[in-house]
T-cell receptor, first 115, second 113 residues
């Protein structure tokens, strides 16, 4: 079965704190892709990152970083020095070789960054 | 500008009254998909299309229909809407399959009374 779990429903931090959003996935396939999307209060979905299962190298983009660990089936997202504009719902998602045409989202983590 | 458009953006209707939500993309993408977003459930895939005249069910297809007669358009049809279809709907497209970056439309908020 393909499944994405985001156990953190809501997180609140104060501006400039670091915060990590957890994502745990399930798939029987060895070839798969993982994604993170951001949904700000305005409602649109913004693509953040895509990672394939053969690339476990961590990635950093400005204040954002992603930690992919196949051993624990996790693809965690860290925001360093959070800002109020980071307040949003963040979704982790999976597409696997079992059926690349199907796409599975986690339930999302709402991040509140307070000034 | 590359984009996915959806219409209408907001819709209030009554149970049983057929409706169509349109989706159009201008990127010549082959793959298109519909999702619904509900609190605590994230986004769930309703239907997807790999190309013109090729569609298949996602995880929650009951009560919905789709068609793909042209590459750019992928309408979502609710033949007899029910209150449990009240939701936020997103259309998305990508060049091939969803492992490529999906571009999402702005969403359609539907209320079925």
């Amino acid at each position: 079965a393909q499944k994405v779990t985001q156990a953190q429903t809501e997180i609140s931090v104060v501006e400039k704190e670091d915060v990590t959003l957890d994502c745990v996935y399930e798939t029987r396939d060895t070839t798969y892709y993982l994604f993170w999307y951001k949904q700000p209060p305005s409602g649109e979905l913004v693509f953040l990152i895509r990672r394939n299962s053969f690339d476990e190298q961590n990635e950093i983009s400005g204040r954002y970083s992603w930690n992919f660990q196949k051993s624990t089936s996790s693809f965690n997202f860290t925001i360093t020095a959070s800002q109020v504009v980071d307040s949003a719902v963040y979704f982790c998602a999976l597409a696997s070789r079992y059926n690349f045409n199907k796409f599975y989202f986690g339930s999302g983590t709402k991040l509140n960054v307070k000034p | 500008e590359a984009q996915v458009t959806q219409n209408p953006r907001y819709l209030i209707t009554v149970t049983g009254k057929k409706l169509t939500v349109t989706c159009s993309q201008n990127m010549n993408h082959e793959y298109m998909s519909w999702y619904r977003q509900d609190p605590g459930l994230g986004l769930r895939q309703i239907y997807y299309s790999m190309n013109v005249e090729v569609t298949d069910k996602g995880d929650v297809p009951e009560g919905y229909k789709v068609s793909r007669k042209e590459k750019r358009n992928f309408p979502l049809i609710l033949e007899s809407p029910s209150p449990n279809q009240t939701s936020l709907y997103f259309c998305a497209s990508s060049s091939t399959a969803p492992q490529e970056t999906q571009y999402f439309g702005p969403g359609t908020r539907l209320l079925v009374l």
